[in-house]
């Protein structure tokens, strides 16, 4: 069973602050991704990574950063968060050449 | 580049009603198509996936390629199966097993 894990369920940070979710998981994937999840807008893609030390960005990356030193850990850098950062964000993994992706928990943001 | 459109983001029925979720893509060649369903204070996880034909929790969608459609279709719907349904694509050859999703659709099932 595919165990993806975030490092926080939720999380509550101010204005211009630099935020870190982490995440990791244990099935030797090499593809991982990170999403952001809000209302009518469905699931946008901020960056993915296909391999250690590796990373492209997906359709939203303005204001976001990524990191992947490990295979199974792949962090999300907001270096100075803003409200309209507010947003459920999702990790997911997956392995070409199969399509399906298994998603983490989500971490809730909240920007004050 | 490829779209995903779910045109409606709320859908109400009642228990026992049929029940169709519409997903439209845009796509110039061969795509395999999804559907993920997030229950409350659950992962989002796949629900099916057009090329293994299969009926899950009573779930059917067929891929309608004249149509460019993917929608989900359950004859008789139950309480439980109140969720978000996310439709998704990922383009033929697909490198790095990338996904588009659509904008979702909450699917309310009354008593």
């Known amino acids: 069973d595919v165990k993806v894990t975030q490092s926080s369920r939720y999380l509550v940070k101010r204005t211009g602050e630099k935020v870190f979710l982490e995440c990791v998981q244990d099935m030797d994937h090499e593809n991982m991704f990170w999403y952001r999840q809000d209302p009518g807008l469905g699931l946008r893609l901020i960056y993915f990574?296909?391999?250690?030390?590796?990373?492209e960005k997906g359709d939203i990356p303005e204001g976001y950063s990524v990191s992947r030193e490990k295979k199974e850990r792949f962090s999300l850098i907001l270096e100075s968060a803003s409200t309209n950062q507010t947003s459920m964000y999702l990790c997911a993994t997956g392995s070409t050449p199969y399509n399906e992706q298994f998603f983490g928990p989500g971490t809730r943001l909240t920007v004050l | 580049a490829q779209r995903v459109t779910q045109p409606e983001k709320l859908l109400s029925v009642f228990k026992g009603a049929p029940v169709e979720l519409k997903c439209n893509y845009s796509y110039s060649g061969s795509p395999e198509l999804f559907w993920y369903v997030q229950y409350s204070r659950q992962r989002l996880q796949l629900l099916l996936r057009?090329?293994s034909r299969e009926s899950i929790k009573g779930f059917t969608a067929d891929l309608n390629k004249g149509e460019t459609s993917f929608h989900l279709k359950k004859p008789f719907a139950q309480e439980e199966d109140s969720a978000m349904y996310y439709c998704?694509?990922?383009?033929?050859?697909?490198?790095?097993?990338?996904?588009?999703f659509g904008g979702g659709t909450r699917l309310m099932v009354k008593p």
């Open positions: 998704a694509l990922s383009p033929y050859n697909n490198a790095g097993n990338m996904l588009t």
């Open positions: 057009h090329i």
């Open positions: 990574s296909y391999d250690v030390k590796m990373k």
